[in-house]
């Protein structure tokens, strides 16, 4: 469960992080 969960956590992170780029992206 802690590996399925820090995978999760880190899915998160690098989702978050690709949305920003490409709202960043469609900005300029």
Excluded: S
């Amino acid at each position: 469960t802690c590996i399925t969960f820090l995978t999760y956590e880190m899915f998160l992170r690098y989702a978050k992080d690709k949305i920003r780029k490409q709202r960043e992206n469609e900005r300029l």
